[in-house]
């Protein structure tokens, strides 16, 4: 059962950084490298959104409120996910979650997630 852990949120300025980190494990059948990962977020009130995604060769895919100003990365040798966002803005705002989905990116119905962390930033 793969099990998905994320850290780095946390509160911040307008114009600050955060990084975000997502630690897998419990990998059996297939090894972290076969699983598409993504970040996803949720605002109160709002549904969940896809914001990046990280296939299994490394392409990477962003939606447009974010192009340019984060980064998803993943480091397969330490079984890790991360985001990097800069010039964060109020209304970038939400819990993050990490996403893990075998072959195929995942999506809102299809994903093994994490339990979100909460990024809160302040104009």
């Known amino acids: 059962q793969v099990q998905l852990v994320e850290s780095g949120g946390g509160s911040v300025q307008a114009g600050d950084s955060l990084t975000l980190s997502c630690a897998a494990s419990?990998?059996?059948?297939?090894?972290?490298?076969?699983?598409?990962m993504g970040w996803f977020r949720q605002a109160p009130g709002k549904e969940r959104e896809r914001i990046a995604t990280?296939?299994?060769?490394?392409?990477?895919t962003y939606v447009d409120s974010v192009k340019g100003r984060f980064t998803i990365s993943r480091d397969n040798a330490k079984n890790t996910l991360y985001l990097q966002m800069n010039s964060l803005k109020p209304e970038d705002t939400a819990m993050y979650y990490c996403?893990?989905?075998?072959?195929?990116?995942?999506?809102?119905?299809?994903?093994?997630w994490g339990q979100g962390t909460q990024v809160t930033v302040s104009s």
């Open positions: 990280v296939d299994t060769g490394g392409s990477t």
């Open positions: 419990g990998f059996s059948r297939f090894t972290f490298t076969s699983y598409c």
């Open positions: 996403a893990a989905r075998y072959r195929d990116c995942p999506s809102t119905i299809a994903a093994v």
